[in-house]
């Protein structure tokens, strides 16, 4: 699915940046191209991917996936919210490494955001018992350091997860819609970062009963 009438000044923008950043890196006889590809890449497919041209993005990360574990992350993220949960799936059992290791390598937030995502495919796979080992897990991993850092919307947001999970009709009522509005509080969207406003979006699609990315896309442009 691939919105391409959407626009947003910011993702406009960052277009006009990354036009700027091949140009450098092409100068010189590409004398800094090794160096920024991979950052290039996933940035270019990302701002694809938030600008609605979801195909482009998914068959840029697909074909530079093994480059870098970022275009991998974004990749899983991609086909996630096109609602190719056995494709992302597949993606996310690539990633075989302890969390030990990938936060040495890539920084906690990353395992977060893969802790995330685990989560939300295994719900939509309907993995009941790799659910609730994973939200465990989740618990038992990140509520100390979240709480110190008084970053509760991730905390609020899991709560809400499970509470979805443990009774999805109640997903459409007033009452868990009054949840969701109270739990969220966003920074601006110039600072917010991409990956927390699409976790939200998924809880939002549920409650709507709309397509994941069309409502990822309108959180993102408003």
């Known amino acids: 699915m691939a919105l391409t009438h959407f626009r947003n000044k910011n993702f406009d923008v960052a277009a006009n940046f990354l036009t700027k950043m091949e140009q450098a890196m092409l100068a010189n006889n590409k004398a800094y191209y ?85 989560i939300l495919l295994l719900i939509e796979l309907d993995k009941l018992e790799l ?37 999805p009709s109640e997903v459409t009522s007033k ?4 949840k969701v509005e109270a739990s969220f509080e966003w920074i601006g969207k110039e600072r917010e970062d991409l990956f ?3 976790f939200y979006a998924w809880l939002k699609s549920k409650m709507t009963k709309r397509n994941l990315y069309e409502v990822t896309l309108e959180l993102v442009k408003k």
């Open 175 to 178: 009452a868990f819609e009054d």
């Open 34 to 118: 090794q160096r920024f590809s991979e950052k290039y890449v996933a940035l270019y497919a990302i701002n694809q991917n938030y600008m609605g041209n979801s195909d482009v993005a998914i068959t840029i990360l697909k074909k530079h996936k093994e480059e870098s574990l970022d275009i991998k992350l974004s990749l899983l993220m991609s086909l996630f919210q096109q609602q190719l949960y056995t494709d992302a799936y597949a993606i996310f059992k690539e990633l075989n490494h302890s969390d030990v290791w990938y936060e040495k390598k890539m920084g906690w937030i990353w395992v977060l955001k893969k802790s995330i995502i685990e």
């Open 196 to 198: 927390v406003m699409s």
């Open 131 to 167: 659910v609730w080992s994973r939200l465990r897990r989740f618990q038992n991993k990140f509520n100390k350091k979240l709480k110190q850092l008084d970053e509760t919307r991730v905390l609020n947001f899991i709560k809400l997860v499970t509470l979805y999970y443990e009774n």
